[in-house]
């Protein structure tokens, strides 16, 4: 199946019907093909609202959750945004057309290699990813307006958090990685940190150091 425009409307509806309701993220979502992102036996599945294998072992996570963790970081056009877990490339994509630069990391440097080769043919120019154990950030980037972890931490990880612009907004899952996780959103504010519980999700877990391919 191509992203055409009745596999298009199909991908929106079910994304609006998941609350999903903001425009701009909307409009990014319509305009990246999720279908460049998976190889292989999975592709004909690349419109329906479900996570799929991708290589290493790790998964590209479900549209609307995409949807819901990009809205919530309410992305402005001059925002620096760090995603940890590049993963598929798919999230740092719908980042890019919202950011004005996206940095992104995995730990695994196939997954990063094979993330950059769709940004190159999709022209996406402002992203950078890095092969890197993103829980410890990016400390040469730093600070960020935003930050978005993809992988499920038992906390938000402290240099994440100190990488975090007052005023700033960071999503992350939190939970044992075997459980139900939650998905949080912090809020960096003068005097601390502010969290507020969005959801219940199910991601792969945050791993330390790198992989070994
Ligand atoms: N955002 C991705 C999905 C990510 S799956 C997408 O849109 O396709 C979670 C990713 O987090 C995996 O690719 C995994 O390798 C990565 N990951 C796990 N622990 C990590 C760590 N400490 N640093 C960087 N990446 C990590």
Known sequence: MSFDAEAKMQ????LRSKGVTDKAVLNAMERVDRGRFIQGYFTDRA????PLPIACGQTISQPSVVGLMTQ?????????????????????????QLARRVYTVDRHRR???????????????????FTADGSF???DQAPFDR???????EDPPGPLLAQLKIGGIMVVPVGQSDAVQSLIRVTRTDSGYEYHEMRPV???????GLGKD
């Open 47 to 50: 419109y329906d609202d479900m």
């Open 137 to 139: 950030g990016l400390p």
């Open 202 to 208: 199910r991601f792969v877990p945050l791993v330390e």
């Open 111 to 129: 997954l990063v290699h094979a993330a950059r080769a769709v940004f190159d043919a999709l022209e996406l120019s402002n992203i950078t990813a």
């Open 11 to 14: 991908f929106l509806f079910a």
């Open 147 to 153: 930050i978005i972890v993809t992988a499920a931490a």
């Open 72 to 96: 919530a970081l309410k992305i402005g056009p001059r925002d620096k945004v760090l995603e940890v877990g590049t993963g598929s490339g798919y999230q740092a994509a719908i980042l890019s």
